[in-house]
């Protein structure tokens, strides 16, 4: 708008009418002025609004698109240490040569002897671990036996699967059961205690620590 506009003019001499009118005028335009700032100021918000929902849009693409990368690199993963635990002998003996190296991934052939590392967790639990094929042994606990479409998933999302639960266990007791010379590692041992205090009772630890690792391994 341009700087005269703004003004109405002033006669040299005003009647109070006149006053009034260019008051009125002068209002009204100042009015208008104001509509129109406000229109604008509401286009900018409206365009940055836009560009930061596109922005937000484009990233959460980003995100999903990750997530689903990184599930795909897992399952890849996963599929390879499966293949290769059901392979292996999880044996000692077996000859490896320049021409096949495969005994040093795959198990040998001794009948007697294990290539496994025992190792007793802190809270008194054995874990074994093939040095073969990294594969870990421990006792299983129930909250990773929740299914959904073959997959374990948090509880609250599938349904207990008891079948694999006791295959579980009793791969587990077979393998603290492999006959092998190496010796057994330890950790210190505890015992340690947790106050609820929901029922204000003394909870055993040795529990409670073997849930939470029971995600990792003895890689
Ligand atoms: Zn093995």
């Avoid at 006053?19 to 229109?39: G, H, Y």
């Avoid at 689903?68 to 002998?89: E, R």
Wanted: glycine residues 6%; hydrophobic residues 30%; contains cysteine.
């Amino acid at each position: 708008m341009s700087e005269e506009k703004k003004h109405v003019e002033k006669p040299a001499v005003e009647t109070a009418d006149e006053k009034i009118k260019r008051l009125t005028l002068e209002n009204l335009q100042a009015e208008k002025e104001a509509k129109a700032l406000e229109l604008e100021e509401r286009k900018y918000h409206i365009q940055s609004l836009k560009s930061s929902i596109a922005d937000r849009q484009l990233q959460d693409k980003q995100l999903e698109y990750d997530r689903q990368s990184k599930q795909k690199t897992f399952a890849q993963a996963d599929a390879t240490d499966q293949f290769n635990w059901k392979v292996c002998t999880h044996r000692k003996g077996g000859m490896a040569s320049a021409r096949d190296i495969r005994c040093l991934t795959r198990g040998g052939n001794d009948a007697g002897q294990y290539a496994v590392i025992k190792h007793q967790m802190i809270n008194g639990d054995i874990w074994v671990r093939c040095q073969r094929c990294s594969r870990t042994w421990m006792p299983p606990v129930e909250k990773n036996f929740y299914m959904r479409n073959g997959v374990s998933v948090a509880p609250q999302d599938g349904v207990f699967d008891a079948d694999l639960f006791k295959r579980a266990q009793r791969d587990y007791e077979e393998a603290v059961n492999f006959p092998t010379r190496n010796s057994m590692s330890g950790s210190v041992q505890c015992r340690f205690f947790k106050y609820d205090r929901e029922t204000g009772k003394q909870i055993d630890g040795a529990e409670q620590y073997r849930e939470n690792i029971a995600s990792s391994n003895l890689r």
